[in-house]
């Protein structure tokens, strides 16, 4: 009997498309179209090249398949057709400093006790509405040793959030709890100051490392921070001790550090990440740390070195007119009622001095000189919020963590590639560009932000994991809260 043999090409064809099939069954799509090309839009992709003019894109489920221009795509029939004229896409942006779940944000309040699923993915809603695709929280609430032999008993809703893909939030990742010299970590509201591990010896930074890298965070974070003098900190021996055991278990370590003398033995030490500026506190780089970080990616020594600048609060003490254009940003004021904004930073920013905006703005200049110099050294520079206390706006924050970037001196494109690819890579998430086999994570904006970066708040819509976010529905909510706020007898 003679045996018809099926091509190969028909066979991967079929598991092609029955695996897209199974997809879209998963995702509750089960029939509506397989994909979605997306047409017309002037595509940003995320990687520092030229835009793509009329462009078109393909998404099948949750991922991009194509990327080029409209009408040079194989296009099967039957797809859904999406047109973006006069709009500009790119990547979602991506998080690698924030310290979210504490607040209750229309109470702007802060509490432990805030800290629940619910309230964590509220957050995730929020930098979703702001064109977020992932975050990576640091000083999160979970369970961990007390260093005395027990357990703190907090839960593990980090941990478990983690596991999930959310409708409309953010993707979340962690980086756990954090070590400090007890104290002289998070400071602020009084919630989150003993999260992190406290150590004061090496063998309880060991052990700490020891207990900390059980969750799998993205990396380990440490503070090394007195304060201006007002704490005691982590030395040298301490944060020395740390980074070795964490690299025994191939994790890497994030520092908030301030003086150029703890920069230096922290990039020696090898420590990969810094959560700020590596010099602040009115020092400058000088030529010796620049030389320790080339020599570090000379040798291939953990060479991908990375800082997120957070100049975000600096930028904004620096206001350029007596009341700046965010202020009344609707992008804002969807998320944030009135008399937040005007509590947080309007009245704020009202009354400082001329001394005190020239103070800022010889600040902000001297970090950001610091930050360029390490730049050129081969130091990448990421995103980073430091979302966490009440006036730091979840969300809204990233879109002037961009335009802070620019003020730093890169360019709106370099501003772009570092928020997205760049972080996505740090991040480890499968997003941050828009290409083939990439989670499709974008956002649609009605005005181009390579020629006016604050244009990335222009926008008009938002897509993670291939779905539409319901910003409208986030909106009614948010505005539906506040306004009960508002109408509650105090």
């Not at 859904?80 to 896409?89: I, R």
């Not at 998080?95 to 802060?110: A, K, Y």
């Not at 400090?180 to 150590?199: C, E, F, K, L, T």
Request: proline content about 6%; aromatic content about 6%.
């Amino acid at each position: 009997m003679h045996r018809v043999r099926t091509p190969l090409y028909l066979l991967a064809l079929t598991c092609l498309l029955l695996a897209s099939a199974w997809l879209w069954q998963l995702h509750g799509q089960t029939g509506q179209p397989t994909a979605t090309v997306f047409e017309g839009a002037r595509l940003i992709t995320g990687d520092g090249s030229t835009p793509i003019d009329n462009s078109a894109f393909v998404v099948i489920g949750n991922a991009f398949t194509q990327v080029g221009r409209r009408g040079e795509l194989r296009v099967p029939p039957g797809v859904l057709h999406v047109n973006l004229t006069d709009k500009t896409v790119m990547p979602a942006l991506i998080d690698l400093h924030g310290h979210i779940g504490f607040q209750n944000v229309v109470e702007g309040t802060m509490s432990k006790a805030f800290y629940t699923r619910e309230n964590l993915i509220d957050h995730l809603e929020r930098l979703a509405y702001n064109g977020v695709g992932a975050t990576v929280s640091i000083g999160d609430l979970e369970d961990r040793s007390d260093m005395h032999g027990g357990r703190t008993n907090w839960d593990d809703v980090p941990l478990q959030v983690r596991k999930e893909v959310i409708p409309n939030a953010a993707l979340f990742r962690t980086a756990g709890t954090g070590i400090a010299w007890p104290g002289s970590g998070p400071q602020g509201d009084p919630s989150r100051i003993d999260v992190p591990y406290p150590v004061s010896t090496v063998e309880e930074a060991r052990k700490a490392v020891d207990d900390y890298v059980k969750i799998k965070p993205e990396f380990i974070k440490i503070w090394v921070d007195d304060r201006g003098g007002t704490k005691k900190t982590l030395t040298p021996p301490l944060y020395r001790a740390i980074t070795e055991e964490a690299h025994k278990y191939n994790v890497p370590v994030g520092v908030h550090n301030v003086t150029l003398a703890n920069a230096k033995e922290l990039m020696r030490v090898g420590v990969e990440g810094w959560l700020h500026v590596p010099v602040r506190g009115g020092e400058a780089v000088d030529d010796e740390l620049i030389g320790i970080v080339r020599q570090r990616i000379a040798r291939n020594d953990r060479p991908k070195i990375w800082m997120t600048p957070a100049l975000i609060t600096v930028w904004m003490d620096t206001p350029g007119s007596p009341r700046p254009a965010w202020l009344d940003d609707p992008l804002l004021r969807d998320t944030y009622s009135s008399d937040q904004i005007e509590e947080y930073w309007g009245r704020l920013l009202a009354k400082r001095t001329p001394e005190e905006i020239e103070r800022s703005r010889k600040d902000f200049e001297l970090q950001a000189s610091n930050a360029m110099k390490l730049r050129a050294a081969g130091m990448r520079i990421v995103s980073g919020t430091d979302t966490g206390q009440t006036r730091f706006f979840i969300g809204y924050f990233n879109q002037l963590d961009l335009e802070s970037m620019v003020a730093m001196g890169l360019t709106p494109s370099e501003a772009i590639v570092a928020a997205t690819r760049d972080s996505a890579e740090i991040a480890r998430v499968n997003a941050g560009l828009v290409a083939p086999g990439r989670s499709a994570d974008f956002v649609v904006l009605d005005a181009n932000p390579l020629e006016k970066i604050s244009n990335t708040r222009r926008i008009n819509q938002v897509y993670l994991r291939g779905q539409k976010v319901d910003r409208a529905g986030l909106k009614a909510k948010w505005l539906a809260a506040q306004q009960k706020k508002r109408s509650s007898p105090k």
